[in-house]
């Protein structure tokens, strides 16, 4: 496409749109930092979407549970005072309010309004939250962590959690929730990190110190709501407007909170309705996750308290942070808690487990049982492991040990392990070790074969068809860490990956699939392998849409030729380009008066490629993105909001 075609649609475009872009009122920058996170590790989204998929799972098959059950999750809190000026050294005692707020907020305490709406639709979450009494190294603590820094100004790039770049470096995110309190630039009150993002060095919560506690803190946010919102993020809790810009279809996730179209500002009562939601109740301005003054801001509902639960229970992303014992203040007399649980030697009614041996130490407790069961049984060691028998094959198990010293410690957090199948078999599939060698298999039947060493994979191949385009993909009764992944017919081009841990079985599901021939790989994660027991196969297709799965993926899901993230940017924007080969690229940025703001050239190889543009001197407003490629031209629009 030529420059004048570009302009004249520039210029057609100007005419159509009319932008009234207005900075907004509270700020939280969660989301532009997960789409820079995106940006920077493509295979997020899928990872996001596939805990979407198991968590809502363990939601449906848990409602009794999280309904009914009384135990109280205590979080503990280290806050990092990151500190430029005198102001922005906050006191100890608005953290303490910060911490009160927290606890009043997440126990369904707060007193704000609930509007038209039932007070059913605020809960108690069963979280609380104490300011830790012990540092990673097991010396004392009031939980405030001080620095006094040169940087006058951070941002959402994460350097205020780093010591190098003149912040604070956090504290193990396993064990301690880390809120870091700095100067934030970009009229940010806070940002997050989603737990789906890693429980990592960068977890935690960043706030803008106006906005922190209730003393000396501005209004209209200075009752505390700013960080239970991002908090709110960090328990994998969404904007409640879904973050669509007003399209009506983005979600949170939750069905107990209308669909509304953009985020709420100020102070309301009574009903407040809008283009997605129409009638009363109307919207929820008052949920915490929604923009709303400090003063509007009333509750979480149950779907909110059942998305917080399933990062709690044994085996979720944040279970560790409820067997901390950063809470427990250090006694020259404590015991040690046992860390580095593992289990060997497993066999299909054995297994010998280990863990790290605690100074002092004269014995030890463990205590096991089948995953999803209630009673533990409970056994002794007088060292740093134990053998145990008469266990059940092919089944999940769940492990803790306790140090007895000269007073006992406390229990450590549940590692899991799964004994072997007895199943036996003859693997028939040999040799299979390359996309050459790869085997036919029937679809719709278990088929059983072996990673019989350390170097051994197999691959298999199996064709749909023009009526039953849907694929499901099952590898299950695993011996060791096995995962799989799927191709396209050449044999390399990759769909998408299973890659549970443990024992735990993979599933790959591909809808609406071109029919032909696919490949799997199925192979032993860092060379795990068994040379005597097999694992089970099968290749499943259907004319009807399968659900669910590690790996799922619909062939319209696959990355368009263009796509851009964060869209609407603020500094920063990524263009997106998946290329069919190797291409080199020019790419132009045109605002509404049909002028060129940005050109540049680009090396694009085959595969989705990611440039990122400094946005930082455009102002406000609709700009249209054209990517050219050998005379094709792409065209996405860009809304620019600071």
């Known amino acids: 496409m030529k420059k004048a075609t570009i302009l004249i649609l520039a210029s057609v475009f100007a005419f159509l749109v009319n932008v009234n872009a207005q900075a907004p009122q509270r700020k939280c920058g969660t989301m532009e930092y997960l789409a820079q996170q995106k940006a920077e590790d493509p295979t997020l989204e899928i990872k996001i979407e596939n805990y979407e998929v198991a968590m809502q799972k363990w939601i449906d098959a848990n409602q009794e549970y999280i309904n009914n059950s009384k135990a109280i999750v205590t979080v503990p809190v280290v806050v990092h005072v990151v500190y430029n000026t005198t102001a922005q050294n906050i006191s100890d005692a608005r953290v303490l309010e910060q911490i009160n707020i927290l606890n009043r907020d997440y126990a369904g305490l707060n007193t704000g309004s609930m509007g038209s ?60 929730m880390n809120i870091w309190v700095c100067n934030l630039g970009g009229g940010l009150c806070g940002y997050a990190q989603f737990p789906t993002s890693g429980v990592n060095s960068t977890f935690g919560v960043v706030i803008n110190y106006q906005y922190f506690g209730v003393t000396g803190a501005v209004a209209p946010y200075n009752l505390g709501g700013t960080t239970t919102h991002e908090i709110g993020h960090c328990f994998n809790l969404y904007h409640v407007w879904g973050d669509d810009n007003g399209a009506c279809t983005g979600t949170d996730y939750c069905t107990d909170i209308p669909n509304q179209a953009n985020s709420t500002y100020g102070v309301h009562t009574g ?79 054995s297994a010998t487990l280990t863990w790290g041996a605690i100074s002092g130490a004269t014995s030890y407790n ?19 492991s134990k053998a145990i028998t008469g266990l059940t094959a092919a089944s999940t198990y769940e492990f803790k040990v306790q140090a007895i010293c000269s007073t006992t410690g406390v229990y450590s957090g549940l590692t899991t392990f799964t004994t072997l199948s007895s199943t036996t078999c003859t693997d028939i599939y040999e040799s299979n070790n390359t996309v050459a060698t790869a085997k036919t298999i029937a679809v719709n039947t278990n088929i059983t074969a072996l990673i019989g060493t350390s170097t051994d994979v197999d691959y298999f191949k199996f064709s749909n068809t023009s009526t039953k385009k849907n694929i499901k993909i099952v590898l299950s009764n695993l011996p060791a860490d096995y995962d799989i992944k799927l191709y396209k017919s050449n044999g390399t081009t990759l769909v998408t990956t299973s890659q549970n841990s443990g024992t735990t079985s993979e599933t790959i599901t591909y809808n609406n699939a071109a029919a032909g021939t696919y490949y799997l790989k199925v192979y032993g994660y860092s060379s795990a392998y068994s040379a005597t027991s097999c694992y089970t196969l099968n290749a499943s297709i259907s004319s009807t849409a399968y ?49 060129i703001v940005y050109s540049g050239n680009y090396q694009a190889p085959k595969g989705l490629n990611s440039y990122a543009i400094d946005l930082s001197s455009f102002t406000n407003g609709l700009y249209m993105v054209a990517v050219e490629n050998s005379g094709d031209v792409q065209i996405e629009k860009l809304l620019i909001q600071k």
Do not use: H
């Not at 009333?298 to 085996?315: E, H, M, V």
């Not at 096991?368 to 060691?381: A, C, I, L, N, V």
């Not at 899901?557 to 069919?580: C, G, H, Q, R, W």
């Open 117 to 176: 709406f039932s007070s059913s639709l605020k809960v108690n979450t069963d979280l609380q939250f104490c300011l830790a009494q012990r540092k990673p190294d097991g010396t004392a603590t009031n939980g405030i962590d001080r620095k006094s820094t040169t940087v006058t100004s951070f941002s959402t790039n994460n350097y205020v959690k780093m010591s190098s770049k003149g912040g604070l470096d956090a504290w193990d995110a396993t064990k301690y």
């Open 271 to 349: 009903v407040l309705t809008d283009a997605c939601t129409s009638t009363s109740p109307g919207v929820q301005y008052m949920n915490f996750m929604d923009y709303s003054d400090d003063a509007s801001y009333a509750n979480f509902t149950p779907n909110q308290k059942a998305r917080i639960a399933a990062l709690f229970t044994s085996g979720g992303l944040l279970y560790s942070l409820s067997v901390s014992n950063g809470c427990t203040p250090p006694s020259t007399s404590s015991c040690g808690t046992p860390a580095s649980l593992s289990a060997s030697a497993i066999t299909t009614t």
């Open 366 to 384: 463990i205590q096991y049982r089948k995953s999803g069961t209630t009673t533990f049984t409970t056994t002794t060691s007088t060292t740093a």
């Open 547 to 595: 659900k669910g799965g590690d790996g799922e993926i619909t062939e319209s899901d696959t990355p368009a030729l263009l796509s851009m993230f964060p869209n609407p940017a603020i500094d920063n924007v990524s263009i997106m380009y998946n290329s069919e080969k190797d291409a080199s690229l020019s790419i132009k940025i045109i605002d509404m008066t049909g002028r």
